[in-house]
Every structure is written in C-alpha cells, then in structure tokens.
C-alpha cells in the first residue's frame, strides 16, 4: 500500500490517536487501500486534500530502527564501496579540510538553500547507536552524530508535488569511457522525515573518516547499507525517479536491488 495517501477522515483520527499518546500500530488499518477498486481508495487517489508536512510528521514516527548501547560497539565501522573518491571536486574540498563544502537542497522546493559543515555542525544534532547491515552478509554497530533531515526539508519548504529525494554523492563509483557515473540514492519522502534520518558528520565519537563518507553521509536507519550515501553534495526534491541514473531510484538499485531496501 502506498503510505503516503490518507482520506482526511482517516488522518483526524489517526492525529487524535496520535495526539491523546496511542501510538499507531503499523498500517494495518489503513490496508483497505491495497485494494485496488475500494470506494475509499478510489476516493482517496483524487483526493489530495492533505499537506503532505502533516502526514509525514504523523507516518513518518511510526517505527524507530533499533539502538543500541555504547558497549555493543565491538568495532569500528568497515569502510566499503568507495572509500576515498578521486574527482578534482572532491580532492580540493578535502584539501582544503571541507571550508567550501556545501550541502544543496534543491529542486521541487520554494527556497532552494546551502548549508556549509559549520552551519550544519551548529544546528540540533542526534546521535543514535544503531547497526548498519550490508547486503555483501556483514554488520557493524556504530554511533553516528548528525542533524535531522526533516526540520532542512521544511525550511526549504517542499512543494506539494515533490515525492522523493535523490540523494547525489561525490565519488565517481564507475569510471568508463562512457564518463563518469556518480553514486546516487534516493527515498520517499517518509523515510526523509523520520527521526532517525540525519546528516551525519560524527562516526563514535570523531569526524566522520573519509572512507565513511566525509565531510557528511546520510543516515536512513530502516533502510540496508547501500541506502546510507556517502560523499553527499546535494539533496534534490523531485516527483519521479525515472531520470536519474538507469531510473531505479539507485546505483545499485540499477543493478537490480530493491529500491526499499528494509532492514
Ligand atoms: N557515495 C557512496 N555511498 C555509499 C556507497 C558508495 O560506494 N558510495 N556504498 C554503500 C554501501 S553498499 C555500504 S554497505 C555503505 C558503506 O558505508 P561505510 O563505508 O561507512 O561502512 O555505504 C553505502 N553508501
Ligand atoms: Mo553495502
């Protein structure tokens, strides 16, 4: 089912739900959406009637991803995929210790913004001890540090018909005579909001490493390895995925992994 569509009946109770401290047990009741000629659904998909900032504030709280406890950092995080990338971009911005680094949010927005390390070292910051699963079989637990993605998404004020970030990475993962391809993800705009969705520049405790992303990854803690983009320039709010890379939402999703990507 999608999570994004709610009748505006639904929401008012569900907010009330929400609001008088009862926490929403998954989607189930909201399955009659999967349900492909249901009068609700039918309804409900001309139905636009909600901003799309209130649902996901209310969706977007639904599960937290595990955390843990500091003694369960056995080790540090393993750096894989590409671990010090070699464009002349990246190369002088690391030389000059990320000064010039900006972060972009732009595209379906009303204010498009840059942010430098230092604007985003001084906004609220979380830190959350959780595990990172690559899907090659391993997992580390590792205390990453950074500052929630959805209070940057509403201050650049995301237009109505935005659905999904594509998240725009540094590293030039393939290099062929073809040019260059970039390491890219994206996700809806749900898994943007959650809590546990941060811009990290922190890895226990230090500097986020180079080989883990530096100067700032993001964190989608639901979501499996090759959904955490290292190396991130800009964040763009767009309505359809299909024009980026091969159209799958993803590096690797061009190869053939799921888009979700669930942990
Ligand atoms: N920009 C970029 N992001 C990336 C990758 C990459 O190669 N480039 N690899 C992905 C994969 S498959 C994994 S498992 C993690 C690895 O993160 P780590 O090096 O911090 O362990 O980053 C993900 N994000
Ligand atoms: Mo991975």
Request: hydrophobic share 35%; proline share 5%; net charge neutral.
């Amino acid at each position: 089912m999608s999570r994004l569509l709610l009748s505006r009946r639904r929401f008012l109770q569900a907010s009330a739900a929400a609001g008088s401290g009862l926490l929403l047990a998954g989607c189930d009741q909201f399955d009659f959406l999967g349900q492909l000629d249901h009068p609700a659904r039918n309804f409900m998909e001309q139905a636009n009637v909600l901003t799309y900032n209130a649902q996901r504030r209310l969706l977007g709280e639904q599960t937290l991803a595990r955390e843990y406890g500091a003694s369960e950092i056995r080790q540090g995080q393993k750096p894989n995929g590409s671990t010090e990338p070699s464009t002349p971009q990246y190369v002088a911005l690391r030389q000059g210790g990320f000064t010039d680094y900006r972060l972009q949010v732009t595209g379906l927005v009303e204010q498009p913004l840059s942010f430098s390390l230092a604007e985003l070292r001084n906004m609220p910051a979380r830190s959350q001890i959780t595990r990172h699963d690559c899907v090659e079989g391993w997992s580390c637990i590792a205390k990453w540090t950074g500052t929630p993605l959805g209070p940057i998404l509403d201050m650049a004020r995301i237009k109505p018909e935005a659905r999904f970030c594509v998240y725009h990475c540094f590293d030039n993962i393939e290099r062929g005579l073809s040019g260059d391809v970039f390491y890219y993800e994206s996700s809806d705009l749900v898994d943007a909001y959650h809590p546990q969705s941060i811009l990290s520049y922190g890895l226990n405790e230090q500097t986020l490493p180079v080989a883990n992303g530096a100067p700032v990854r993001l964190r989608i803690e639901r979501a499996l390895g090759y959904k955490q983009p290292k190396y991130l320039h800009t964040i763009e709010l767009v309505a359809d995925l299909t024009p980026f890379g091969r159209g799958n939402g993803g590096y690797w999703e061009d190869y053939g992994y799921d888009w979700y990507g669930g942990i």
